[in-house]
């Protein structure tokens, strides 16, 4: 596999792992959502100043106002995040 479709594969594997321990395996729940970040990205949880700023996050994320985050969201989610780590966020 190359670079890329190694990365699509643990981006899948990786929703897969959190998604379906509270209810649906097609997405994650505020709880789930909540242990995958505290698991899979612990600086970004240790960079936020209140729980507040992080619920909002969440809360931003849920674009069909389901209460959970499909991975489609989910993509959007670490795309965001790969774009703010590397200064490539889209100029306003």
């Given at each position: ?48 100043k209140n ?11 849920d674009f ?29």
């Amino acid at each position: 596999m190359t670079q890329l479709e190694t990365a699509m594969a643990i981006l899948m594997k990786t929703f897969d792992t959190y998604a379906g321990s509270e209810g649906s395996k097609d997405s994650l729940s505020k709880g789930e959502v909540k242990t995958l970040l505290e698991k899979e990205l612990p600086g970004l949880l240790k960079a936020a100043k209140n729980q507040d700023a992080v619920d909002k996050m969440l809360k931003g994320l849920d674009f069909n106002g389901d209460s959970e985050v499909d991975f489609n969201e989910f993509v959007v989610l670490v795309a965001a995040l790969t774009c703010a780590c590397h200064n490539r966020a889209p100029k306003k």
